[in-house]
């Protein structure tokens, strides 16, 4: 049976809305967007980059993480000056991915040109997050991947790992790149 341009238009359109209730995704996605509300605050940052060297870089810096984008995502903005005295801006971006099921982490930094997608997955208790990248990131024909877990280990403490390797053992096995702790500062009224 053929339809005619008048019959097709209104029955793709019920068809649309009831596909698309937005009460149906919506309160889905406001509840994985409330799993982020933890990290909205002002925080104060210290991050050691190779930890286990014996040149390791110690940046310390402030991290203010707020809802934005129509309350989408969680924006967090942190500035750093490192012991030399350089300085350097970077954000995040997090969100959940209703379309393919999945958190999804966007950072991006003032003193590089590249930006990184990772995804992440957040344990029963809300306070472990499991954070992976996409994708390997590709320099001079060397492919390095990206594991690192953000711990709640209070609500006014953060404690995040970082390693990357550019084998296939175990993530656990990979050698950290970075040890940051993140301090939530107490806003006086």
């Known amino acids: 049976m053929r339809m005619s341009g008048r019959q097709l238009i209104p029955t793709l359109l019920v068809f649309s809305l009831v596909a698309v209730s937005p009460e149906a995704s919506t309160q889905t996605v406001q509840e994985r967007l409330k799993a982020l509300a933890p990290l909205v605050g002002t925080w104060d940052t210290e991050d050691v980059y190779r930890p286990d060297s014996p040149t390791p870089s110690v940046e310390r810096g402030v991290r203010r993480c707020v809802f934005a984008v129509a309350n989408r995502y969680v924006q967090c903005i ?12 970077y954000r995040f971006y997090l969100t959940w991915d209703d ?13 590089v040109g590249n930006m990184s997608l990772t995804t992440f997955t957040i344990d029963a208790t809300g306070k472990v997050w499991d954070i992976r990248s996409t994708t390997p990131y590709v320099e001079n024909g060397v492919e390095t991947r990206s594991w690192s877990t953000l711990t709640f280990v209070t609500t006014d403490t953060i404690e ?21 702790t993140w301090k939530r500062r107490v806003e006086r009224q």
């Open 160 to 180: 995040w790992v970082g390693r990357s390797n550019v084998s296939s053992d175990p993530p656990t096995s990979w050698p950290v790149v970075f040890r940051e």
């Open 99 to 111: 379309d393919r099921g999945r958190y999804t982490f966007l950072s991006f930094w003032s003193n």
């Open 78 to 89: 942190t500035e750093g000056t490192n012991a030399a005295g350089r300085t350097r801006e």
